[in-house]
């Protein structure tokens, strides 16, 4: 027995969890709570034991005799059972060798600007860009958020033609939309190729995007391109500690709330509730990027808002955040410390390709949890949903 690449233990308020990460998240692997036992368990397996050797630990972490063998040993079937249903053990005992990191000593960059396009700069939260690249583009998606020119935190330049070569590099995940690889300095972006994008290149300090695109990409591809451009705007984000929330926001009270949840949901159903009874207005339909400024949580402006094209330029400090169930009934439920955290995690759409990077968001959300109110409502798509969280959240003003 061995544990399956893409998980990894850690706590969460202090409580012990296996998460996945890179691949597993993009095959929707489940995140698992352990026990005292299961995290010794998982301890003990990281380093290979076989289930005899699993026995003893249990026998003598517990001080017991003989006769609690049995039990013991239901026990760990029962578990072992539950970590291979959730994919993160398998019976390859085989040690496969590595393939090693491909090396690429050449550019992976070119310089960044363009004769045919003067710089142009827009700014998201905290965070400065510089543009190169077509007019029409930037007017279109990022003219909103345009700034007097400044140190940009990350260059972008959009062009056509394909890139000069460069090696595939280590494969982080794949999709049938999207793969990414580690190259060196480099995140490498290869999409579908109805994305009209050869490809996108990121350098891993976010200081720099690259997309090198199809001729027609101005006239066919332009949502296409803002989406690709989401990835590079998260890399350079989360080194400056804002995340990404799938989420809609709603201004009440003077301050932004969220709707979190998985899709279908009915984040966009629950915030017309609002909306049509206590008219509060959506601030952005789909993404929000969250950051801690003075001790105090906020809500910046996005462009990004999926297909409800309603986004705000402004920022706002975060009321909370509501993470939403489908049920029969309409029923707030509070959530203790790791439960926050973890549903922050699992709801962000920040990289997690690399253990390290989840863990980024990890220390986040734990970080933040503390500082704003997080619910679970369990609801209806019923007017009565609204009324209850609303409730709730005047309670804990």
């Not at 036992?37 to 380093?47: E, F, N, P």
């Not at 066919?220 to 391109?225: E, P, Q, R, S, V």
């Not at 402004?314 to 029923?331: C, D, E, M, S, W």
Request: proline content about 4%; aromatic content about 12%.
């Amino acid at each position: 027995m061995k544990i399956s690449d893409g998980f990894f233990k850690t706590t969460l308020s202090s409580v012990p969890y296996v998460l996945p990460y890179g691949q597993k998240i993009a095959d929707h692997a489940r995140s698992l709570r352990l026990n005292e036992s299961g995290a010794l368990l998982w301890d003990a397996l990281s380093t290979g034991a076989d289930k005899s050797t699993l026995l003893s630990i249990m026998k003598n972490h517990y001080n017991a005799d003989e006769t609690m063998l049995p039990q013991f040993e239901s026990d760990l079937d029962s578990y072992l059972s539950t970590l291979k249903k959730l994919g993160m053990l398998s019976d390859n005992t085989l040690t496969q060798t590595a393939c090693p990191d491909h090396v690429w000593t050449g550019n992976t960059f070119p310089a960044l600007f363009s004769d045919n396009h003067a710089l142009k700069y827009f700014k998201i939260g905290t965070l400065c860009f510089s543009w190169s690249g077509p007019d029409v583009l930037f007017d279109t998606y990022f003219k909103d958020f345009s700034c007097e020119a400044a140190v940009a935190d990350q260059s972008i330049l959009v062009q056509t033609g394909k890139p000069s070569g460069l090696l595939e590099g280590t494969l982080l995940l794949s999709t049938a939309e999207l793969t990414i690889f580690d190259v060196t300095d480099t995140y490498r972006f290869v999409f579908g190729t109805h994305w009209g994008i050869h490809e996108m290149r990121v350098k891993k300090d976010g200081s720099a995007a690259v997309l090198y695109c199809t001729d027609d990409y101005t006239t066919n591809h332009a949502d296409d391109i803002f989406h690709a451009l989401r990835f590079a705007f998260l890399i350079v984000a989360a080194l400056h500690d804002l995340f990404v929330l799938h989420s809609v926001s709603i201004l009440y009270q003077g301050k932004a709330w969220l709707f979190s949840g998985s899709s279908g949901t009915g984040k966009s159903t629950h915030a017309d509730l609002w909306m049509n009874q206590y008219q509060t207005p959506v601030l952005n339909g789909d993404l929000n990027i969250l950051g801690i400024k003075d001790g105090m949580p906020c809500v910046y402006g996005l462009p990004w808002c999926g297909t409800s094209e309603i986004y705000t330029t402004t920022t706002y400090p975060l009321g909370g955040i509501v993470f939403l169930k489908q049920a029969p009934f309409n029923r707030v439920d509070f959530l203790s410390l790791d439960e926050q955290a973890l549903c922050l995690v699992q709801r962000m759409i920040s990289p997690s390709w690399t253990k390290d990077l989840v863990l980024k968001s990890l220390a986040f959300a734990e970080k933040l949890a503390p500082l704003t109110r997080i619910f679970r409502l369990n609801c209806t798509k019923d007017p009565e949903a609204a009324a209850v969280m609303k409730a709730a959240i005047d309670l804990s003003v």
